[in-house]
């Protein structure tokens, strides 16, 4: 049986691999072509199109693309269903007098589709229906041969596997939430002089950007290809059934993701806003300095912003004379790769750059991107609003979806590389679970450290101190 290839297999120098030639009985039927490249079809003809047959196996880019974007259009099960339908029909997988060798010669090409699809797409698979329709087509399949048997129970192990790992990673999600506590509670009940901070846990600005990276990559795999279209996914104009929307709206990573990242830019603040002395918050200060130097270092993107976005929060930003202590050349660089002007130019240079190296790496080390997720999710965005899903003729506008389909891709090759960093579970333990301050916390601390500077913030921090600390 045919291996899946790598992701990055589906790239060449040249970009994203669209050329996809008629298989020879093609006659178009529903589908339109542009110099051999798939630009349109209507829903069914492409479904016809994702369904091998003796003769023909879809091109894998197509594969991923037409899994990727016909959620837009109908659920996953009712795509299982009606490939299951074709792959039964067409084949006559269900007549038991049917060519032993008809079916050898297609049996290896519907299990290899499947096997795409559940290690590609394993959250489709959380719905039994899903499992129903994968179980029963791959039962038909193997029922006449050994070989094809092992395939099958081989395929479906994994993604067993792959579906139990997901749950253990949504139990320790909620667990981390339902203990997470703001950090004033806490200074409330102990005294400072026995807080721990980031620098007594982690000393070694470099130990901790590793750390970091490790988060990253752990939460960053866990996110589904399909989260991104789901995130943006609205009502099908030709589809009448009125409870697609809320089903299909299964983002659950992704947004533990960009909770991270808040998190992240909360726990930078909290740090620099704690130390009553002036010397030490500048120290927090150039310690995370040096941090997001070794995140950018590294082609950890998401950690350095989530840190330039601590830091640049009005709380510590305000902090004048703790700033005057510090040396911020070396701030005002990072500033300057993660400036917004000109869409992001600097740091999508700088991601092109570690991008190119991943692609030529020796090390797992040279292998990592972590790209800055947001603006990832707004170019995904942007791409799916200024395009329509469908073109007037009523067919589905694949053009739009090749494109969408090589950001993603991009993405998939990026979140499976292994961290090769060691895992230090003390200081994994305190990013991931020690209490932050909520907003109004760090104005509070920000005005106690230092204090306010005209009425405005005279006001607030009186109203702050009135309702956070039961004082006047």
């Known amino acids: 049986m045919p291996q899946t290839p790598p992701f990055s297999a589906m790239f060449d120098s040249s970009g994203y691999n669209r050329n996809l030639y008629q298989p020879a009985d093609d006659s178009c039927g529903g589908l339109y072509y542009h110099d051999n490249n798939l630009l349109s079809g209507s829903l069914e003809a492409l479904i016809q199109h994702l ?39 067409h084949q006559r997988l269900s007549d038991p007098n049917s060519d032993k060798n008809q079916i050898r010669k297609i049996a290896p090409k519907v299990l290899q589709l499947l096997t795409e699809w559940t290690e590609t797409f394993p959250y489709d698979f959380r719905d039994e229906r899903m499992m129903r329709n994968l179980k029963d087509l791959a039962h038909r399949i193997a029922s ?14 994994c993604l067993i596997r792959k579906l139990a790992a997901l749950s253990q ?20 009940t102990k ?25 990253e990559l752990e939460r960053l795999n866990y996110i589904g290809p399909e989260e991104f279209v789901q995130a943006f996914v609205q009502k099908d104009p030709l589809d009448n059934d009125k409870s697609c929307y809320s089903e299909r709206k299964k983002t659950r990573n992704l947004e533990a993701y960009v909770e991270w990242f808040n998190r992240l830019s909360y726990l930078v603040a909290t740090e620099i806003c704690m130390p009553v002395k002036k010397k030490h918050r500048a120290r927090m200060i150039e310690y995370f300095i040096d941090v997001a130097r070794e995140c950018f270092n590294i082609g950890n993107f998401n950690s350095l912003m989530a840190i330039i976005s601590g830091m640049n929060m009005s709380p510590v930003s305000r902090l004048k004379k703790t700033w005057a202590k510090v040396k911020t050349a070396k701030f005002d660089v990072l500033e300057h790769q993660m400036d917004p002007s000109s869409n992001f130019y600097n740091y999508r240079t700088a991601l092109r750059g570690a991008a190119q190296r991943s692609l030529t790496a020796h090390s797992s080390r040279e292998k990592i991107v972590i790209p800055f997720f947001s603006l990832l999710i707004k170019d ?4 799916n609003e200024g395009c329509a899903n469908r073109l007037p003729n009523g067919h589905v506008n694949f053009e739009k979806f090749w494109e969408l389909a090589k950001q993603v891709s991009e993405f998939m ?3 499976q590389v292994e961290c090769p960093f060691e895992r230090d579970r003390k200081i994994l333990q305190y990013l991931l679970t020690v209490p932050v301050f ?3 916390a760090l104005y509070l601390a920000s005005y106690e450290s230092e204090g306010p500077e005209n009425h405005i913030e005279k006001d607030r921090w009186k109203s702050l101190r009135s309702n956070l600390l039961g004082r006047v």
């Open 169 to 188: 990673y949504e139990e320790v999600l909620a667990k981390i939430s339902s203990t997470s506590t703001d950090r004033l509670t806490v200074l409330k």
């Open 380 to 383: 995904i965005y942007f791409l």
């Open 51 to 89: 369904v091998p047959n003796v003769d023909y196996y879809p091109d894998r880019t197509y594969i991923f693309t037409f899994l990727l974007s016909s959620r837009l259009f109908m659920h996953p099960y009712e795509l299982m269903a009606k490939v299951c339908h074709l792959c039964v029909e």
């Open 438 to 440: 909520s907003e109004d």
């Open 413 to 415: 090759t990026w979140k």
């Open 144 to 157: 006449g041969e050994e070989t094809y048997r092992k395939n099958v129970q081989q395929m479906i192990q």
């Open 191 to 215: 005294p400072q002089s026995i807080q721990r901070d980031i620098i007594t846990v982690c000393s070694d600005p470099y130990t901790l950007a590793q750390q970091l990276t490790h988060i």
